[in-house]
């Protein structure tokens, strides 16, 4: 019985998300859901990458928590729409919380929406947001045999995201064989190590960012 | 609809955890259940417990992931029994997984069993396995504001360890002010830090231990 009713929210979810991944096709909106366990380094991830945007760039981000908006005013600071949805136990989010939250900060495209999901290594993957890509996210501290024991993320996943890698010198992490442990789930993902501490591989990020969006947008900007 | 359901499962789930409660009341088991994060060092944590314990000691394990056996064949090296819960996609041990493994390896007390959960901070922490006590490892390469954005699992700990604390000088990390925070949440959790590498904290954490053996079970051994 609990199956029945988690494949027909699944269904409901499906619907929807594919409604959102058409208006961000029709938007030319580039979307992104971030998947990690808590601590591997979302939150930090997008100040970074928020960073290096102009003042002006199209971009938007919506972060979820359990609880505390504490993401979103970390995130806020940067300039750019970011509103926090708070799941109140929910152990991930789903397609109705980003229509809704999308709707209320009004974001249009052409741009890019960031999604940081709820720290969970295994709810989130089952829920589609619309997104062009998920990209899971797995720090140097946690261990190299994570995308074994989690493969439904790493499967799911377009890029893989080694973080905190100016920890290196001080954790045993052995960084290709965890790179070997995605390949294992999914030989196609790719994958960046890299350290927003240090700026250690944000180039690639930045670029693999940009490849993705034009692959999905026109080349000639579209009308606004 | 799908809120009854998990009223339901839950229900189900805290009458088979009674069950177990009693039974490990009566033969005298102290039942522990770890639960955090992916990566926070549940496993490495009961590697370092098990090797202090004599080779007879009256210690059993189970350890629940999504996919693999690699947690049961590390701690298997330590001689005790330990059997591996695949889970298959479940993101939480359940009592009903507990009850049929314990059956299956046969463990009977007195004695101490280990319960290590899926790595996942949220889920785990609704459903009772008949544990005497929780425990929540935070790792101090996560974050100081974990207690606040994940309050059910540090309300219903007992304990809170904070573990990695080899790597405090290579990180961000306040740990005075995590333990603060856990406290908002819950303030009489009990805190340890420790680092399983150097053996920091550890002593504390086996006094822990067996001060929960001493207060749940008679001071003289019962019959075996």
């Known amino acids: 019985m ?7 929210v699944l269904g409901e979810n499906d619907r929807l998300a594919a409604e959102l991944r058409e208006r961000f096709r029709r938007e030319n909106i580039l979307c992104v859901n971030l998947i990690s366990s808590p601590g ?10 928020l960073a290096t945007f102009p003042k002006d760039a199209p971009v938007a981000v919506l972060t979820g928590d359990i609880q505390t908006d504490n993401d979103a005013r970390r995130l806020a600071r940067y300039g750019f729409p970011v509103r926090q949805i708070v799941t109140g136990g929910t152990c991930h989010l789903d397609a109705r919380m980003i229509d809704r939250h999308l709707n209320e900060i009004g974001f249009h ?3 890019i929406l960031f999604i940081e999901n709820v720290g969970n290594l295994v709810c989130p993957s089952s829920y589609d947001l619309g997104e062009a890509a998920k990209i899971v996210l797995l720090s140097v501290t946690e261990g190299e045999d994570k995308p074994l024991k989690y493969p439904g993320i790493f499967l799911r996943a377009s890029l893989m995201l080694l973080t905190k890698t100016d920890l290196l010198p001080h954790v045993e992490f052995d960084s290709a064989l965890a790179h070997e442990n995605a390949r294992k789930i999914h ?38």
Chains 1, 2 share one sequence.
């Open 2 to 8: 609990r199956e029945a009713v988690e494949k027909k």
């Open 109 to 111: 495209g052409p741009g």
């Open 187 to 224: 030989p196609d993902i790719a994958y960046i190590a890299l350290s927003a501490r240090t700026g250690e591989g944000f180039s690639q990020w930045l670029s693999w960012l940009n490849a993705l969006r034009e692959k999905i947008t026109p080349p000639v900007a579209a009308a606004h």
């Open 40 to 49: 591997s380094g979302k939150t930090m991830l997008l100040e970074k990458t």
